[in-house]
């Protein structure tokens, strides 16, 4: 019996099981500013790359209450980074690690999960994972189309898991800042959204074929997931896939978007909602919603004259009858009038950073509430990204339902919001 107990039933149990009073040391009963390991999260990675190494470290290794358990990833290199990571921050040998997410995703002992796979996975690896009965942290874009990010949303909301999308800025200070000003009133009515989009074409042609691994240094089938099969090239590992529709969408504007887009949606009060249209206008992509609110997505420029006045990264701009602040992943406050920014931060972490975002995602696996980049937020924020996207490639204005995912009247506009998995993964969720 002992060996099919989880870790908080052996604890409560073991004394009596083995007929003497259970002894445990200070530190597991949570004194000496440790948490007891009955009380700790226990969670599990997938696909943890350079990205998922950041969010590792410095969300979730750093606090007390985590204990990080496995690894699941398709390459060695990958796994064994992250297992040397996790055993040097514990000081064990104990981190677990395979190839096949569904041996992490069986497990009875983890709560929660961390996925930073390639865009690929991310919505089908987390439906799997609540479907498991885990909570979930995931990378952005959480989804590749406009139906899938619905399909996620309705998965983990039937599940009643915890999830929460890698969307940090929403838990970092100069953005909430910047936000409080737009829904409190004190820019006036807001008039204009406007979100940075990074620009990325996609390349001309395939990658050439290279022999395949052995599936002990990577799973290649494994890799590419729900993916159409491709020939292996290493370079679509370091990060070539990118460059790939097959691996990202329709085009690369979530990217970015999954974050200043979202900021524009949280700013505007349309975390329920989205932009009923879309249209090219000279250098800009404009999303306008029901209450004629602008959305303003730009890959340079103000409105075709001039410059941000921020000059990071994932810059927004919140635009009213009265005023208006521009902000960046470097925490720059750019203000129409200096006494808006009365009562700023006085620092701020950058806005890759994800320490506050994870330490929510912690706070409501034991809350049970919704954080703040909750499956119907982001849901709500991919879809305007990929109807967006859709209306720039094919470079014609369209009008668009945010709630179902469809466009009216047009078929070919509503083709490119689906994205089809291969088999046997379009069999995994029916």
Not at 227 to 255: A, C, H, Q, T
Request: hydrophobic letters at 35%; one cysteine or more.
């Amino acid at each position: 019996m002992i060996a099919f107990m989880n870790r908080r039933q052996f604890i409560k149990t073991a004394g009596v099981a083995l007929g003497f009073p259970l002894i445990l040391p200070a530190r597991a009963l949570g004194r000496d500013g440790h948490v007891a390991p009955s009380n700790r999260i226990v969670m599990g990675g997938i696909g943890l790359g350079g990205r998922g190494r950041m969010v590792l470290r410095e969300g979730f290794l750093t606090q007390k209450d985590v204990q990080f358990v496995a690894i699941a990833d398709p390459r060695a290199d990958n796994r064994e980074t992250i297992r040397r990571i996790v055993n040097l921050a514990y000081g064990n040998e104990d981190c677990f690690s395979c190839s096949d997410m569904f041996e992490v995703l069986g497990r009875k002992d983890i709560d929660a999960v961390l996925i930073a796979t390639g865009n690929r996975w991310h919505a089908l690896a987390s439906m799997l994972a609540v479907r498991a009965g885990m909570d979930v942290y995931c990378e952005k874009p959480v989804s590749m189309s406009v139906r899938e990010s619905i399909d996620l949303e309705r998965h983990v909301n039937a599940s009643k898991r915890i999830y929460q999308a890698g969307m940090q800025r929403r838990n970092v200070e100069n953005f909430e800042f910047a936000v409080g000003l737009a829904q409190s009133g004190k820019l006036g009515k807001l008039t204009a959204v406007h979100a940075g989009i990074l620009p990325r074409p996609f390349a001309s042609g395939p990658l050439p074929e290279e022999p395949e691994p052995g599936v002990d240094i990577c799973d290649w089938d494994r890799w590419l997931g729900p993916s159409p099969r491709r020939p292996y090239n290493r370079k679509y590992l370091l990060g070539g896939w990118r460059d790939y529709r097959d691996f990202v969408g329709v085009s690369s504007l979530p990217e970015w978007g999954s974050h200043t887009i979202d900021l524009c949606q949280w700013a505007a009060g349309m975390d329920e909602s989205g932009p009923v249209r879309f249209e090219k206008q000279g250098n800009a992509l404009i999303g306008t919603y029901q209450n004629g609110l602008r959305l303003v997505m730009r890959r340079a420029g103000f409105n075709g004259e001039g410059d941000w006045s921020v000059k990071g990264t994932c810059p927004v701009r919140f635009e009213g009858e009265t005023g208006w602040v521009e902000t960046d992943d470097r925490g720059e406050l750019v203000t129409s009038d200096p006494k808006l920014l009365e009562g700023k931060p006085a620092g701020s972490a950058s806005g890759t950073t994800p320490t506050r975002h994870a330490r929510e995602f912690l706070d409501c696996i034991t809350s049970r509430q919704a954080p703040r980049g909750n499956a119907s937020v982001a849901a709500r924020t991919h879809v305007a990204c990929h109807a967006a996207a859709i209306a720039e490639t094919l470079n014609r204005p369209l009008d668009f339902n945010p709630m179902t995912g469809v466009f009216k009247d047009d078929e070919e506009a509503n083709r490119l919001t689906h994205w089809s998995y291969r088999e046997p993964w379009n069999e995994k969720l029916a």
